[in-house]
């Protein structure tokens, strides 16, 4: 019997190959170190809020502010178009390239002389980090086999579990380091707050990290052969200009909205809660409990750092045991450790004692890291290959503003509805009871049109 020609085109097509892992594994060690430094200064600025709190006068609404949305405005205007340079570029380059910015402008924030310019430098940190989670995942899924990326994904929450966890306790440490010091210092010409030289060691390891970036092989993009160029070459300027506005990626993901929006909705609902109330760990043990910032640090950093990885090794488990027996195993995983999430955010701001909020601080990162990976896997599972940068540029922007948006909630709540500083613990008791349990039940929503997709692509042969 003759072949079709479609067989025949298949036969002759000649098999992809995929690039040697050893390339992989090395871009996989660059992309942690710099997810480390990255939350590494996320983690230690938010230990020096009380410092710019009494430094600067501010209400708790505005530390609030300053801790979260001063991070992402600019992620609002830049993010999704940098994200288009990730599909277009060489991701390495835009990867190197971001975290060069963020990290000398965190530097720079060592020497800011007023409230306001504190608040710039957060602003283009925002910008230079925003191209970081939708390059490095793409790259990450050029590189390895698609039987490796549970793993891989897996492996880059160790930036995330060092980061917060060095940060924790290396921030105590280094805010230790400046209380022996004048409160004002000279530094090149400039008087500053003594605590501002944390900025200044924290920020130029970027540097390095952007120069390992530009070793890094970049693997040619997976992209079927058949799939139509999202821009053609003979494109309009204006249509050229509208594929950085992340408008074909909202489309496509409007296409599949069913699985797409309660994914969507759960991650930013649980930010609200998981980002915010980092952000407010030590106002909050410090006002209720009266630790210092390097007791919360030499506790809680080695809490977080054993109850994270613990989260990876149970997230990835628990994940692969779900995936062996249903198609939408990352969601239905994901709806489970959302529940245990739930609780022990609720139960942390009513612990009696410090070492008990501390334990629940540390259960709840553990059970939000162990969702983490299968999340991501989700999404890059469905997202089309030519548009991979910006549609997971949009989910993680779900993520990072409704997140940094959660330390001002808290301090809005605190401020507004609550009205005495002291009593933080009831906002955070308010926040975490009316945002996670909404997240929950969308990521329990999404469960059964992710099923349908995956099935959908697996008809498709992707």
């Given at each position: 019997?003759?072949?079709?020609?479609?067989?025949?085109?298949?036969?002759?097509a000649?098999?992809?190959?995929?690039?040697?892992?050893?390339a992989?594994?090395?871009a996989?060690?660059i992309?942690?170190?710099?997810?480390?430094?990255?939350?590494f200064d996320?983690?230690?600025?938010?230990?020096?809020?009380e410092?710019?709190r009494?430094?600067?006068g501010?209400?708790?609404?505005?530390?609030g502010?300053l801790?979260?949305?001063?991070?992402?405005?600019a992620?609002?205007?830049?993010?999704?178009?940098?994200?288009r340079?990730?599909?277009?570029?060489?991701r390495k380059m835009?990867l190197?390239?971001?975290?060069?910015?963020?990290g000398?402008?965190?530097?720079?924030?060592?020497?800011?002389?007023?409230?306001?310019?504190l608040?710039?430098?957060?602003?283009f940190?925002?910008?230079?980090?925003?191209?970081?989670?939708?390059g490095?995942?793409?790259?990450?899924?050029?590189?390895f086999?698609?039987?490796?990326?549970?793993?891989?994904?897996a492996l880059?929450?160790?930036?995330?579990?060092l980061?917060?966890?060095g940060?924790?306790w290396g921030?105590g440490q280094?805010i230790?380091?400046?209380d022996?010091?004048?409160?004002r210092?000279?530094?090149?010409?400039?008087?500053?707050?003594?605590?501002?030289l944390?900025?200044?060691?924290?920020?130029?390891?970027?540097?390095?990290?952007?120069?390992?970036?530009?070793?890094?092989?970049?693997?040619p993009?997976?992209?079927p052969?058949?799939a139509?160029?999202?821009?053609?070459?003979?494109?309009?300027?204006?249509?050229?200009i509208?594929?950085?506005?992340?408008?074909d990626?909202?489309?496509?993901?409007?296409?599949r909205?069913?699985?797409?929006?309660?994914?969507?909705?759960a991650?930013?609902?649980?930010?609200?809660?998981?980002?915010?109330?980092?952000?407010?760990?030590?106002?909050f043990?410090?006002?209720?409990y009266?630790?210092?910032?390097?007791?919360i640090?030499?506790?809680?950093?080695?809490?977080?750092?054993?109850?994270?990885l613990?989260?990876?090794?149970?997230?990835?488990?628990?994940v692969s045991?779900?995936?062996?027996r249903?198609?939408d195993?990352?969601?239905?995983?994901?709806?489970i450790?959302?529940?245990?999430?739930?609780?022990?955010?609720?139960?942390?701001?009513?612990?009696?004692?410090?070492?008990?909020?501390?334990?629940?601080?540390?259960?709840?990162?553990?059970f939000?890291?162990?969702?983490?990976?299968a999340?991501?896997?989700?999404i890059?599972?469905i997202?089309?290959n030519?548009?991979?940068?910006?549609?997971?540029?949009?989910?993680?922007?779900?993520f990072?503003?409704?997140g940094?948006?959660?330390?001002f909630?808290?301090?809005?709540v605190s401020?507004a509805?609550v009205?005495?500083?002291?009593?933080?613990w009831q906002?955070?008791l308010?926040?975490?009871?009316v945002?996670m349990?909404?997240a929950?039940?969308?990521?329990?929503?999404?469960?059964r049109?992710y099923r349908?997709?995956?099935?959908?692509?697996?008809?498709?042969g992707?």
């Open positions: 019997m003759a072949e079709s020609p479609a067989a025949d085109a298949a036969a002759a000649p098999e992809r190959q995929w690039p040697g892992e050893a992989g594994w090395y996989l060690a992309i942690v170190l710099t997810m480390f430094l990255t939350f996320q983690t230690v600025f938010a230990m020096l809020a410092k710019m009494a430094s600067f501010l209400s708790d609404a505005a530390l502010f801790l979260g949305p001063a991070s992402v405005v992620f609002v205007f830049v993010g999704v178009p940098l994200s340079l990730v599909d277009i570029y060489p835009v190197a390239a971001g975290i060069a910015v963020m000398t402008i965190t530097a720079l924030g060592g020497i800011a002389q007023s409230f306001g310019q608040v710039g430098t957060r602003l940190v925002g910008a230079g980090g925003s191209a970081h989670g939708p490095s995942y793409s790259l990450l899924a050029d590189a086999r698609p039987m490796r990326i549970p793993l891989v994904f880059v929450q160790v930036g995330f579990v980061g917060t966890a940060g924790t921030g280094l230790a380091w400046t022996t010091m004048p409160d210092i000279q530094f090149l010409g400039l008087e500053i707050f003594s605590w501002q944390v900025l200044i060691v924290i920020g130029l390891p970027g540097l390095l990290a952007a120069v390992l970036f530009m070793l890094v092989r970049e693997p993009r997976r992209t052969p058949a139509a160029r999202l821009v053609p070459d003979d494109a309009s300027l204006g249509r050229k509208l594929a950085f506005t992340g408008f990626a909202v489309r496509a993901i409007n296409l909205g069913a699985t797409y929006w309660p994914l969507f909705a991650l930013a609902l649980s930010a609200i809660e998981s980002q915010g109330l980092p952000a407010w760990r030590i106002p043990l410090s006002r209720t009266g630790w210092s910032e390097a007791q640090g030499n506790l809680l950093g080695p809490m977080l750092l054993l109850a994270q613990a989260g990876i090794m149970l997230g990835g488990t628990f045991w779900m995936n062996r249903y198609k195993g990352n969601i239905r995983a994901c709806t450790i959302f529940s245990c999430t739930t609780t022990f955010a609720i139960l942390t701001p009513l612990m009696p004692y410090a070492e008990l909020a501390l334990g629940c601080m540390a259960l709840t990162a553990m939000g890291l162990a969702g983490a990976p999340q991501n896997a989700a890059q599972r997202a089309p030519e548009m991979r940068g910006q549609v997971t540029a949009l989910y993680l922007f779900m990072t503003f409704f940094a948006m959660g330390s909630v808290i301090g809005t401020t509805v009205g005495d500083p002291a009593k933080l906002a955070l308010i926040v975490a009871a945002f349990p909404v929950t039940f969308f990521m329990w929503r999404a469960i049109p349908e997709e995956v099935a959908r692509l697996e008809k498709l992707i």
